[in-house]
């Protein structure tokens, strides 16, 4: 199995994320809703890859970017952001903090899982 943590503070973006990467039987999903249960999560169960929304209260996405690669236990996960904030100029920001990818928001269910192997 891979291990896929998402995170989003949108319960229904949540939902459609976890129904999208349940289509592959080789992905293992789980799910978090705000950055900071993300950090304690990814700590302790060392996912394969993170997909982290970029714009969540509290903390956002680069602040829990940045909290990830501080701990020893998630510095070399791949963190990969979903973002409606997609155009050139913000994506090249985002893969200068330290991003492996961003995919644009909204995205496609169907084509979700594919997506998100390519970082792996």
Same mark, same amino acid.
């Given at each position: *199995?891979?291990?896929?943590?998402?995170?989003?503070?949108?319960?229904?973006?949540?939902?459609?994320?976890?129904?999208?990467?349940?289509?592959? %039987?080789?992905?293992?999903?789980?799910?978090?809703?705000?950055?900071?249960?993300?950090? /304690?999560?990814?700590?302790?169960?060392? %996912?394969?890859?993170?997909?982290?929304?970029?714009? *969540? %209260?509290? *903390?956002?996405?680069?602040?829990?970017?940045?909290?990830?690669?501080?701990?020893?236990?998630?510095?070399?996960?791949? =963190?990969?952001?979903?973002?409606?904030?997609?155009?050139?100029?913000? =994506? #090249?920001?985002?893969?200068?903090?330290?991003?492996?990818?961003?995919?644009?928001? %909204?995205?496609?269910?169907? #084509?979700?899982?594919?997506? /998100?192997?390519?970082?792996?």
């Amino acid at each position: *199995m891979i291990s896929i943590l998402y995170v989003d503070d949108d319960d229904d973006i949540r939902e459609i994320a976890d129904i999208a990467l349940s289509l592959d %039987p080789e992905l293992e999903v789980r799910l978090c809703a705000s950055g900071k249960d993300a950090v /304690a999560l990814a700590a302790s169960w060392q %996912p394969a890859l993170i997909l982290l929304d970029f714009m *969540m %209260p509290g *903390m956002d996405g680069p602040a829990t970017l940045h909290a990830l690669r501080n701990q020893a236990e998630t510095r070399d996960i791949p =963190i990969v952001f979903i973002t409606a904030r997609s155009s050139q100029r913000d =994506i #090249t920001s985002l893969l200068a903090l330290g991003a492996a990818g961003v995919l644009a928001k %909204p995205f496609d269910p169907m #084509t979700l899982a594919a997506e /998100a192997r390519q970082f792996l």
